[in-house]
Each structure stands twice: as structure tokens, then as C-alpha cells.
């Protein structure tokens, strides 16, 4: 982030068809050349905020401000952002140096600067070699290369990116991402991500704002959304694999509070909890096999080995059907149809109050 100015700003935005509201208030403040990921599941809005941004579809209530000015009923064409979307949209008659500089063509722009701006995106991109080329002739990755060359000559003052790397494969998505990553550090652009991938939003994101139903669940940069997850819903969404999700009650004896369920018992801090339902939250990776009093007992139906480790599936002793994962070191074969016990650090535990669902600081 290279400013603490506004780049971009959401008051009270929603947005309905008919009678059917997709998106409700959305309040949101980013910051000049900061890159904030909308995350969330198909369905849930991240979408359609983008599109309200851009002007491709019009807002039902609300404003928009981009550096200040209210663009909410301002063409797209007027608003300087650009636009990456998630098919490329290249036009396929035209060479790469033509697609790029089309834009600036149709804007009036001179052909020598025209022809200044498109070299210099080519170079920062990699992709001179390309100019000459169609868009058949190219590879996924070099298409939407190109796609973000396009805005990059605009020189607009925000990106707007709808999951452009959902069409590739997974080792060149993961290539795109560095390059992303890199691109955003070099030109310090306001930039807004659309994506349902969490390794996407994970690694690129200055914040990430996740949503649901419309709704934003919560804002917060990558470690703030993974380690204070604010409800159950962004506790359960976030991270791979996902959060253990344990109901228990608190129970106190001898001045010590435990949060207890079926075949398993945390220690607690407060004992003010007492008598409450709440939701134990335990991340996959922070429990560990363990000689002492365990935690947690876990009858392993499954393992998977995943190279550097194993990661355990099964069900809780006298828990029923309900299914827990542990991830631990190496190679843990010998482990399966075992009754394994593991601990874990109480300072890793989440807890949440069951009716509310929000995160209870313990």
C-alpha cells in the first residue's frame, strides 16, 4: 500500500434484480495502490460489486467514489479504471500490439505515444516478442499477459481484476500469481481481485474482504482473517484444509475452565464462559500427536500423504459421525484404523458463541 488516501470508495452500495438482492450495504474503504481481494464462494456478490465498479451494472442504492469523485452514474468509459477479465476478451483479428493500443486509438491518443506506452507494457510484461502475433497463436498464460497489457497502457488510476486465472492450469496459475504480485509492486496501482481461490487471495491481497449472501463478512489483511477469523462462517472458508468446528459447553473445576464435548477438552483462560454452548475452532495444522493428556482423540479412517506430511481424517472418540482432520509431520501410513491422541497449543484455539456465530476473544 503506498498511500493512506482513498482510492476507491463503497457507501451503502446494494444491488438487486427484481425483487432478488444480490449484494446489501456494502461499506468499504481502499486505499490508493493498495491490491484488496473480494473473496468468496460462486453466488455470493464478489461479482457483482466488481461489475457496479466498473459501471457494467448499475447500482440499485449507494455510491461509488473513485479519488473522491462520485462515479456512480458516470459511464465506465469515464470512470478511469481498466478491466481483466476472466475470459481475456482479446479481439481475435487483431495482433497483440493492435489489441493494446486499440483502446488508446478509439481515446484519440497520439501514435507515438500510442506506440511509447504499448512498448513499454510489452517490456514489463515479457511479452515483446508477442506484438505481432493473434490471440490463436498464444498461450493461456501469454493471452492474459496480454489482457493486463491492455490496461496497463490506459494508465488508469484503478484495475479491476475478475478471476483472470481461474482458466489456467495450476502450475501456471501459480506463475501468474508471482507475476501479479511483482506487476502490482512495480506500478502501485489501485487494484480490486475477484476470486473464489484462497491461495490467490492469500498471497496477493494487502486485505481481503470476504463475503457471503451479499454480504461482507469481514475485512482484514491475510493474517487477520486466517489467525482472527471474526465469525464461524470466515473461520470455517478460510484455510486449507478447513477449521475444526467442535461444539462443546464450558465447564469449570478447581478454578480451571475447559471447553468440553464429545472426545475432546480445551483448557480456557476465563471461566466467566461457564454454563455457555460454544464452537471450539481448531485449525487442522496446530494439533499435534502427543504422549501427555491429550485434547483430542481421533480414530483415523483416512491418511493422505502429502510429501512432507500426512494429513489424518477420522472421527472423535464417542463423537459420533463428525469428521476432524489433523495435519502431522511425515509420513503417518502406520497410523490408519489407529486410535491416535493429540494436544495442541491453547493459545491456537478459537472459540465462538454458537447463537451469534461471532468470534469470542479468549
Known amino acids: 500500500m503506498k498511500s493512506q488516501e482513498i482510492g476507491l470508495q463503497l457507501k451503502g452500495v446494494g444491488k438487486a434484480f427484481g425483487t432478488v438482492r444480490v449484494v446489501q450495504d456494502l461499506d468499504l474503504d481502499v486505499f490508493q495502490g493498495e491490491f484488496v481481494v473480494l473473496l468468496g464462494e460462486s453466488g455470493c456478490g464478489k461479482s457483482t460489486t466488481l461489475r457496479m465498479i466498473a459501471g457494467l451494472d448499475e447500482v440499485s442504492e449507494g455510491r461509488i467514489f473513485i479519488n473522491g469523485q462520485d462515479v456512480t452514474d458516470v459511464p465506465p468509459k469515464a470512470r478511469d479504471i481498466a478491466m481483466v477479465f476472466q475470459n481475456y476478451a482479446l ?4 495482433d497483440v500490439a493492435h489489441n493494446m493500443s486499440f ?25 515483446t516478442h508477442l506484438l505481432q502475433r493473434k490471440p490463436k497463436e498464444l498461450s493461456g498464460g501469454q ?31 501459480a506463475h501468474m500469481r508471482t507475476e501479479l504480485a511483482l506487476l502490482h509492486e512495480r506500478l502501485g496501482k489501485t487494484t480490486i481481485y475477484v476470486t473464489h481461490d484462497q491461495v490467490e487471495a492469500m498471497t496477493l ?46 465447564q469449570v473445576q478447581g478454578g480451571q475452565a475447559r471447553l468440553v464435548g464429545p472426545g475432546f477438552a480445551f483448557p480456557l483462560p476465563d471461566a466467566r464462559l461457564q454454563g455457555r454452548n460454544l464452537i471450539a ?30 494429513l489424518l481424517v477420522g472421527k472423535l472418540v464417542g463423537a459420533g459421525d463428525g469428521r476432524v482432520t ?10 490408519m ?9 491453547p493459545q491456537a484455539l478459537h472459540v465462538f458463541d454458537k447463537d451469534s456465530g461471532k468470534r469470542i476473544p479468549v
Open 205 to 250: 491481497a494487502s486485505r481481503i474482504v470476504i463475503f457471503d449472501k451479499g454480504h461482507i463478512q469481514q475485512v482484514g489483511t491475510p493474517s487477520e482473517v486466517f489467525n482472527q477469523p471474526a465469525n464461524l462462517f470466515v473461520a470455517g472458508f478460510i484455510g486449507m484444509p478447513s477449521m475444526n468446528l467442535l461444539e462443546g459447553q464450558v
Open 103 to 127: 483502446a488508446l486509438e478509439l481515446a484519440g491518443v497520439d501514435a507515438e505515444q500510442i506506440k511509447r506506452r504499448v512498448n513499454e507494457a510489452a517490456a514489463v510484461l515479457n511479452i
Open 326 to 335: 489433523a495435519v502431522v509431520p511425515g509420513q503417518r501410513a502406520d497410523l
Open 337 to 345: 484404523r489407529r486410535t491416535v491422541d493429540l494436544g495442541m497449543d
Open 143 to 173: 493471452r492474459q499477459r496480454v489482457a493486463i497489457g491492455r490496461c496497463i497502457v490506459r494508465k488508469p488510476s484503478v484495475f479491476l481484476f475478475d478471476e483472470p486465472l481461474s482458466n489456467l492450469d495450476a502450475k501456471l496459475r
Open 91 to 94: 479481439y481475435p483479428h487483431m
Open 281 to 310: 475452532g481448531v485449525r487442522p495444522h496446530t494439533l499435534q500427536l502427543t504422549t501427555g493428556e491429550p485434547m483430542l482423540q481421533l480414530q483415523v479412517d483416512v491418511v493422505e500423504y502429502l510429501g512432507m506430511e500426512s
